[in-house]
């Protein structure tokens, strides 16, 4: 099992909406995700930077940012997210991978 964390950025104000939205998640993309392999899942949000720190491990190579083979679910999700975080120009959000500097079982 593979540990990936990544830092994302909530535009500010838009902190309710993000979490409305998560709660509201589509079926299909979390059958999605999981079936790519990626489970313990968790975003976290630090109220004062507006960073979004996510976790996840992965049972394959890929992760959920993945940005080589994207499904239209995954993209219709980016587009619909587009409008309250930092995103690219294919609208997947901007997605800073972070090295593991330590871990403990």
């Known amino acids: 099992m593979k540990r990936f964390a990544f830092k994302m950025k909530l535009k500010p104000g838009c902190e309710k ?12 993309l979390v059958k999605m995700i999981k079936d790519q392999g990626v489970g313990n899942y968790s975003i ?4 004062e930077t507006n960073i979004l720190f996510a976790y996840q491990e992965c049972s394959k190579e890929t992760n959920s ?10 993209q219709k999700w980016w587009d619909m997210m587009a409008d309250i975080m930092d995103v690219n120009p294919d609208n997947s959000p901007v997605s800073i991978p972070m090295e593991e500097v330590f871990h403990l079982d």
């Open 17 to 28: 909406e993000y979490a409305r939205r998560h709660a509201a998640i589509w079926p299909e």
């Open 44 to 47: 976290f949000w630090d109220k």
């Open 65 to 74: 940012q993945d940005t080589s083979n994207v499904d239209p679910i995954t």
